[in-house]
C-alpha cells in the first residue's frame, strides 16, 4: 500500500464493547481503519456519514440482530463485504452474509477474507475506486 492510499476502513458491531475493542484492536495491527457500534440503528447511522469498506458484524445482539442489519447493509451499500460471527450461528444462511464464523472466531480465518474481500479486482471496490477516480 502506498501513502497516498487510504486504509480500508472496517464497521465492527457487536454489543459487548469488549469484543468491539478486541476486534478493533486487531484491525489496527492488520492495517485498517476501524469504525465500531454496539448496536444496529447506531452502526446505520455511523455508515451514513462514514463510509466503510467492509462490516464485521455479530448476529445476536438486542433490538436489531445482524441478520437486519445486515440486510439493511445490502440495501444501502449493495457491494459490501459483510462477515457475521456468531456464539449461536443460524441454521441457514442469511442472505446479504457473505462469510458465517462461529465464536470463537479464529482471527488468522478473518484477515484472510477481510484481505480477499478488499482486494481491488472485487467488484464492489472496482466500482468504488471508478467513482474516486473521477475526482
Known amino acids: 500500500m502506498t501513502t497516498t492510499q487510504k486504509k480500508p476502513r472496517i464497521l465492527v458491531v457487536d454489543?459487548?464493547?469488549a469484543i468491539c475493542w478486541m476486534t478493533c484492536e486487531f484491525l489496527l495491527q492488520w492495517?485498517?481503519?476501524?469504525?465500531?457500534?454496539?448496536n444496529g440503528p447506531d452502526a446505520l447511522e455511523l455508515v451514513a456519514d462514514?463510509?466503510?469498506?467492509?462490516?464485521?458484524?455479530?448476529?445476536k445482539m438486542p433490538?436489531?440482530?445482524g441478520e437486519e442489519l445486515a440486510t439493511r447493509l445490502k440495501q444501502r451499500h449493495p457491494g459490501m463485504p459483510i462477515i457475521m460471527i456468531s456464539?449461536?450461528?443460524p441454521a441457514a444462511d442469511i442472505p446479504g452474509v457473505d462469510k458465517l464464523y462461529p465464536k470463537p472466531?479464529?482471527?488468522?480465518e478473518i484477515r484472510s477474507f477481510i484481505e480477499e474481500s478488499l482486494?481491488?479486482?472485487?467488484?464492489?471496490?472496482?466500482?468504488?475506486?471508478?467513482?474516486?477516480?473521477?475526482?
Do not use: V
Open 15 to 17: 454489543d459487548e464493547p
Open 31 to 38: 492495517n485498517y481503519q476501524p469504525a465500531f457500534a454496539t
Open 87 to 89: 456464539g449461536c450461528p
Open 50 to 59: 462514514l463510509p466503510c469498506d467492509l462490516a464485521l458484524i455479530d448476529f
Open 63 to 65: 433490538g436489531m440482530n
Open 119 to 135: 482486494a481491488l479486482d472485487t467488484p464492489f471496490h472496482a466500482m468504488k475506486a471508478q467513482r474516486l477516480s473521477r475526482f
Open 105 to 108: 472466531a479464529n482471527p488468522d
